[in-house]
């Protein structure tokens, strides 16, 4: 069983939002202060499904990341958390693509690697919230998606997986080699072991460039974009919270019970 | 395709009506095919649906193609793509839409691709600009703390729609549009997934999405237990349930009732926010709500920019207080 996991480093999606910045300047996020860069959330998530199926059955995990500046104490996290292998495409052309440019890139990798029996991804990088990359290496690839999971089981040849619907969900099976992208009703992802730590130090990470996998490199990065953006802005916040106050909590909160049903909201 | 002209709106189907979100991104389509002065078409794919042509006529196409049959009964990824690739290609639109639905999100990327195009999803605003023709997409992006507006060269182009973020017309039953069947020409040795079963989680109660109140807990609740008092408050309001990510990670409460950018999107008329610090990803759920009330410990809580009033304290003495004056008022 050879699992493949996409994650993604990104800035930490749970800084506080008063440090969200963007630099008008280059129409970019600038990276909080002294907040370092994490793998986006709902990739943790694709790491701990596949560390799952390798507990009930056994599996070899390779992950792959793409990006640049790569901290390796970031992106080397599932392995310490039991992932075996990391493969990064590292290089200024992959960066700033769309879902396209990305997954193209993605893909070809992972024909390289050429072992694979499942693919998963987060269901959306917690950056730009695309959600596409897991599409579209299914389609790029010609295999099977599965999207927006909560559950996984590989048994026969075949993956089952409980997909997460607007009232429930839905069990869905597909044959291998399959893409199914982890969404967080998964649960939370598991926390390195200092075993794992110290394995992950030890190991160094593969790195690609766009010539080790064959891409042409007007398909990848900025110049394979088909998805142009235009304009990048923070929407205004009123903030004009009135707070009800009273003797005590207990006070408080009759007063707010006043107060609604004085503005007809009770 | 050079060719491409009007807007196509992938219209969902619940229970053999329109869903909400093909209604209102009928309303939205009628728009922009105004402004481009180009056609509107519906495009309806199932198994059993001819019959709801005529209801997305009244909501505003000039046009609505069928595909039905039996193998499109449920949706199933690789079967939806076919027929969306086969109808684009013969009705070459400018523009397709599709709601940011568990059905949109999943189907809408992979068309795309198949079509050489792209997408963008989980849009909240649509316009034409007035000079390139362009569809210009806003996205809210960075787990809602940023917007971003994009556009693409290729056709058609894509995006799929948040719920409630578009507003649908009212319908005119006496409108005329025309009908195309088109055949599914459908291999089902194509269709590589297999629905085993449907998993409905039934809530009790008013549905989060009809709720006009709606009473819901964050990571300070704590456990399950909390979420019983909430209920409680929901019930003297006949509101519903809701819940920020934590507690359904936890398990607290079913993943169904999570609001948020991955969970459902609401706009009650009262939205009590209890123990819920208000992240971005949170407020992407509940920010259309007519007036939020926050009861937070925390006084610098995110949460207490969006509200309207609020209490600064711990919800295990506010709610039951809350609760006893609420009734004593309402004289129940």
Same mark, same amino acid.
């Given at each position: 069983?050879?699992i493949i996991v996409c994650v993604k480093q990104i800035p930490d999606p749970e800084a506080?939002?008063?440090?969200?910045?963007?630099?008008?300047?280059?129409?970019?996020?600038?990276?909080?202060?002294?907040?370092?860069p994490v793998i986006s959330p709902f990739d943790e998530q694709a790491v701990e499904a596949a560390l799952r199926i390798? *507990?009930?059955?056994?599996?070899?995990i390779?992950i792959i990341s793409l990006g640049?500046?790569l901290?390796? *104490?970031v992106v080397?996290k599932p392995?310490?958390m039991?992932a075996?292998?990391?493969?990064?495409?590292? *290089?200024?052309?992959?960066? *700033?693509?769309d879902s396209?440019?990305t997954a193209?890139?993605l893909?070809?990798?992972?024909?390289?690697?050429?072992?694979?029996?499942l693919i998963l991804c987060g269901r959306q990088a917690a950056d730009w919230d695309s959600g596409q990359v897991g599409s579209c290496i299914a389609?790029?690839?010609?295999?099977?998606q599965i999207t927006v999971a909560k559950k996984l089981?590989?048994?026969?040849?075949?993956v089952?997986v409980e997909r997460v619907t607007?009232?429930?969900y839905?069990?869905?099976?597909?044959?291998?080699?399959a893409v199914v992208t982890v969404s967080n009703e998964l649960g939370t992802a598991r926390y390195a072991?200092?075993?794992?730590?110290?394995?992950?130090?030890?190991?160094?990470?593969?790195?690609?460039?766009?010539?080790?996998?064959?891409?042409?490199?007007?398909?990848?990065?900025?110049?394979?974009?088909?998805?142009?953006?235009?304009?990048?802005?923070?929407?205004?916040?009123?903030?004009?919270?009135?707070?009800?106050?009273?003797?005590?909590?207990?006070?408080?909160?009759?007063?707010?019970?006043?107060?609604?049903?004085?503005?007809?909201?009770? | 395709?050079?060719?491409?002209?009007?807007?196509?709106?992938?219209?969902?189907?619940?229970?053999?009506?329109?869903?909400?979100?093909?209604?209102?991104?009928?309303?939205?389509?009628?728009?922009?095919?105004?402004?481009? /002065?180009?056609?509107?078409?519906?495009?309806?794919?199932?198994?059993?649906?001819?019959?709801?042509?005529?209801?997305?006529?009244?909501?505003?196409?000039?046009?609505?193609?069928?595909?039905?049959?039996?193998?499109?009964?449920?949706?199933?990824?690789?079967?939806?793509?076919?027929?969306?690739?086969?109808?684009?290609?013969?009705?070459?639109?400018?523009?397709?839409?599709?709601?940011q639905?568990s059905?949109?999100n999943d189907?809408?990327p992979?068309?795309?691709?198949?079509?050489?195009?792209?997408?963008?999803l989980d849009?909240?605003?649509?316009?034409? !600009?007035?000079?390139?023709?362009?569809?210009?997409?806003?996205k809210p992006v960075y787990g809602g703390n940023?917007?971003?507006?994009?556009?693409?060269?290729?056709?058609?182009?894509?995006?799929t729609?948040?719920?409630?973020?578009?507003?649908?017309?009212?319908?005119?039953?006496?409108?005329?549009?025309?009908?195309?069947?088109? !055949?599914?020409?459908?291999?089902?040795?194509?269709?590589?997934?297999?629905?085993?079963?449907?998993?409905?989680?039934?809530?009790?109660?008013?549905?989060?999405?009809?709720?006009?109140?709606?009473?819901?807990?964050?990571?300070?609740?704590?456990?399950?237990?909390?979420?019983?008092?909430?209920?409680?408050?929901?019930?003297?309001?006949?509101?519903?349930?809701?819940?920020s990510r934590p507690p359904c990670d936890n398990g607290?409460?079913?993943t169904?009732?999570q609001i948020g950018l991955t969970g459902k999107?609401?706009?009650?008329?009262?939205?009590?926010?209890?123990?819920?610090?208000?992240s971005s990803q949170h407020?992407a759920g509940?920010?259309?709500?007519?007036?939020?009330?926050?009861?937070?410990?925390?006084?610098?809580?995110?949460?207490?920019?969006?509200?309207?009033?609020?209490?600064?304290? !711990?919800?295990? /003495?506010?709610?039951?207080?809350?609760?006893? /004056?609420?009734?004593?008022?309402?004289? /129940?």
């Amino acid at each position: 069983m050879n699992i493949i996991v996409c994650v993604k480093q990104i800035p930490d999606p749970e800084a506080p939002p008063a440090s969200f910045k963007i630099d008008p300047a280059t129409n970019k996020v600038a990276p909080p202060p002294n907040i370092p860069p994490v793998i986006s959330p709902f990739d943790e998530q694709a790491v701990e499904a596949a560390l799952r199926i390798k *507990d009930a059955g056994g599996a070899k995990i390779t992950i792959i990341s793409l990006g640049v500046n790569l901290l390796r *104490d970031v992106v080397k996290k599932p392995l310490s958390m039991g992932a075996d292998e990391l493969i990064l495409l590292e *290089d200024p052309a992959f960066a *700033d693509g769309d879902s396209w440019a990305t997954a193209y890139a993605l893909a070809m990798a992972i024909k390289k690697v050429g072992a694979y029996d499942l693919i998963l991804c987060g269901r959306q990088a917690a950056d730009w919230d695309s959600g596409q990359v897991g599409s579209c290496i299914a389609e790029i690839l010609g295999l099977p998606q599965i999207t927006v999971a909560k559950k996984l089981e590989v048994r026969d040849g075949k993956v089952k997986v409980e997909r997460v619907t607007a009232d429930g969900y839905d069990v869905i099976e597909a044959g291998l080699p399959a893409v199914v992208t982890v969404s967080n009703e998964l649960g939370t992802a598991r926390y390195a072991t200092i075993k794992g730590i110290m394995a992950a130090k030890r190991k160094e990470p593969i790195v690609w460039k766009p010539s080790d996998i064959g891409v042409e490199t007007a398909k990848i990065g900025a110049a394979g974009r088909r998805v142009k953006m235009q304009k990048l802005f923070q929407p205004v916040r009123e903030g004009k919270c009135e707070v009800i106050t009273g003797e005590n909590e207990e006070d408080a909160a009759a007063n707010l019970a006043k107060k609604l049903a004085e503005v007809k909201l009770l | 395709m050079t060719d491409n002209k009007g807007v196509m709106i992938f219209t969902e189907v619940v229970d053999g009506k329109l869903a909400p979100i093909a209604r209102e991104l009928l309303g939205c389509g009628r728009k922009l095919a105004g402004e481009l /002065k180009e056609e509107l078409s519906a495009l309806l794919i199932g198994s059993g649906v001819a019959g709801v042509a005529a209801e997305a006529t009244a909501y505003g196409a000039d046009k609505v193609y069928v595909v039905d049959n039996e193998l499109l009964k449920d949706y199933r990824t690789d079967a939806f793509v076919g027929v969306i690739e086969k109808v684009a290609r013969q009705a070459n639109p400018r523009i397709l839409l599709l709601g940011q639905t568990s059905t949109g999100n999943d189907l809408a990327p992979r068309a795309a691709f198949r079509l050489g195009t792209a997408v963008t999803l989980d849009c909240v605003a649509l316009e034409i !600009d007035a000079s390139s023709k362009l569809l210009l997409q806003t996205k809210p992006v960075y787990g809602g703390n940023a917007r971003a507006i994009f556009t693409m060269d290729t056709l058609p182009q894509m995006a799929t729609v948040r719920a409630k973020a578009m507003s649908a017309l009212t319908p005119d039953s006496a409108r005329k549009g025309e009908v195309v069947t088109v !055949d599914a020409g459908l291999d089902a040795a194509t269709i590589k997934t297999n629905l085993l079963q449907k998993v409905v989680q039934e809530v009790e109660g008013v549905k989060l999405e009809d709720a006009s109140v709606i009473v819901s807990g964050g990571r300070g609740i704590g456990g399950p237990e909390g979420f019983k008092e909430l209920e409680e408050l929901a019930k003297l309001f006949k509101g519903a349930v809701g819940a920020s990510r934590p507690p359904c990670d936890n398990g607290w409460v079913p993943t169904s009732i999570q609001i948020g950018l991955t969970g459902k999107v609401v706009s009650p008329e009262v939205y009590i926010a209890v123990a819920i610090s208000g992240s971005s990803q949170h407020l992407a759920g509940c920010s259309g709500s007519k007036n939020i009330i926050a009861i937070n410990r925390d006084a610098e809580a995110n949460i207490f920019k969006e509200a309207r009033f609020g209490v600064v304290g !711990d919800w295990k /003495k506010i709610i039951p207080a809350f609760q006893a /004056k609420a009734k004593e008022l309402l004289g /129940k």
